[in-house]
């Protein structure tokens, strides 16, 4: 294919020059210099070694264990919300958003505060001497740290069956659980195996969980780190990587394949009534079962936002309960990284939101050449894991002699959170028509300007959206920077982890309540912001973070 050769084509080709390097430079070439750091001894090593490969078992089965059980919990969750109208349905739909939005490790330090050796529950409710580090441990983390997502993806499916299919079948004379059997989980299916992938991926990624709750328990992500940092196994760490993202890389592309086909089957089981949610009839009992299925673990969540807090404040957790602000007064010690963790957030949330808007526009508004490697280049990232992508790019930069961190990390930061800006700017364009562009370009605009002057108003809102959701990342990251930090360039969420390892667990709480705090400023502030564009806009939906 070939560009128009018309007056218009000239910015059209800058745009698709810039984007095309960016992803060479950024991605591709860190992926490259990854692959060919590791020597032949190195994958012998990896690839003979028991040790490795009781690594690669543990985060297999981790991964499908917390993979299945986070569907399991998310859905029956998302069910009892949206078909079962259990009561307070409109709290409990918030429970998983709030803990989907705080820093990814903030769980597993609660998960200890809770449930390790001095843990609240384990130790002073239970009087247990017991210790939780290890696969249960880590698996009751990750899926207290994922189900949320599979809740989002299948509460969206179950709003778009069309409840004519199921008040047919009920007209038929099926009952509930028959009617749940036969129609509501088949077309629930493909939302289910979506979640089920997306989930895998980042159970895959994990970092922060392992790292606090694993203890012995190894997987690939925290080997990765330990390999370099530890040991300096450059070459090993690589591999490990390497190993590392095949599956991920496979996952990633089978749950874009079912993405799309779970946009073709809501779309086609919506009609009319898409939006309009039917509630099942659901029997009491059935319903004070889901009800107390979705108490406990909104509970569990409640009560590791309370152990933070509560951990902030304490003498020593689990041993001396005495009321004290010492943990937090020291947080000032630490203002130099929160300063670098929010100022470093904003610029890489800017720079993603850019190079998304131009990626979705010159991939589905323009027929420049190579638009579906672009499409995957810029969904790619997704698919890596963060101690993968944060090794890579520190490969290369070695290559280069370039050692400006600032400048790593906010690139990092780019590259890693910009598939949600990406999807969700695609989709907003998705939804505006082609005469836009058509009328712009007949008015004499060329194609950036059309960009720039129709469609980002019109889409605003969910550029907004991924803006928002990448500088709320990007506050808490942890995996993907831990390779490229230096002492003048530290960020809150590593202190934050070292503060962990080294038992400081007072001041670590302290840490997580004030990053949580930010991030949940930054996202009120971010929900007034986009409620005003989208009132502005003529829109009456609010900002969506999905």
Known sequence: ????????????????????VFFCVCVIFPLVCVLT????????????????????????????????????????????????????????????????ITPPFVGGLAFILLFGKQGFITHTILGLDVSLYGFWGLLVAQVLSFFPMAFLICSQVLRGINTNIEQSARSLGAGEF???????????????????????????????????????????????????????NIGTSAVLGIVLVIP???????????????????????????????????????????????????????????????????QLWGINTKLTLKHILAISNYGKELKNSVIFAMLSAVLSTVMATISSYLVHRTDVPLRKTLDVMAQLPSAIPGT???????????????????????????????????????????????????????????????????LVPLARGGIFSGFVYDFIRGVGTLSAVIFLVSFKT?????????????????????????????TFVILGMGLILGKIINIRAGNKNVISFY
């Open 1 to 20: 294919m070939k560009f128009d050769s018309s007056r218009n084509s000239k910015s059209l080709l800058c745009a698709w020059i810039i984007v095309a």
């Open 37 to 100: 750091s590791a020597k032949i001894a190195d994958y012998r090593t990896v690839f003979t070694q028991p040790v490795w490969h009781s690594a690669m078992g543990n985060t297999f089965v981790q991964c499908i264990c917390s993979s299945v059980l986070s569907v399991i919990v998310g859905y029956v969750f998302a069910y009892a919300v949206v078909k079962a109208e259990i009561p307070g349905k409109k709290f409990f739909s918030l429970v998983p958003i709030i803990h989907l």
């Open 178 to 232: 028959r009617i749940f059997l036969t129609v509501t989980l088949p077309l629930s299916w493909p939302g289910i195996l979506s979640s089920f992938l997306f989930i895998a991926v980042s159970v895959l990624s994990d970092f922060g969980n392992p790292l606090i709750v694993g203890g012995r328990f190894r997987v690939l992500a925290v080997e990765i780190y330990t390999q370099l940092t530890g040991w300096l």
């Open 248 to 314: 991920s890389v496979i996952l990633f592309l089978l749950q874009n394949r079912i993405s799309k086909k779970l946009e073709v089957k809501t779309a086609t089981v919506g009609g009319k009534s898409y939006g309009i949610v039917q509630t099942n009839r659901v029997p009491v009992l059935t319903k004070i079962i889901l009800f107390s299925f979705v108490l406990i673990f909104s509970l569990f969540i409640i009560a590791q936002v309370i152990a933070i807090i509560a951990g902030s404040f304490q």
């Open 388 to 454: 993968l992508h944060g090794l890579s790019i520190s490969i290369a930069a070695n290559l280069l002699h370039f050692k400006n961190s600032t400048i790593l990390i906010i690139l990092a930061m780019t590259i890693a959170f910009m598939p949600f800006a990406y999807r969700i700017i695609s989709n907003s364009f998705g939804q505006l028509g082609p005469n836009l562009d058509q009328s712009a370009r007949s008015l004499g605009a060329n194609q950036l300007i059309s960009l720039l002057s129709v």
């Open 490 to 518: 530290s960020l809150a969420s590593i202190q934050l982890i070292n503060l962990a390892e080294q038992g400081a667990w007072g001041r670590a709480a302290a840490l997580a309540m004030i990053l949580t705090l930010i």
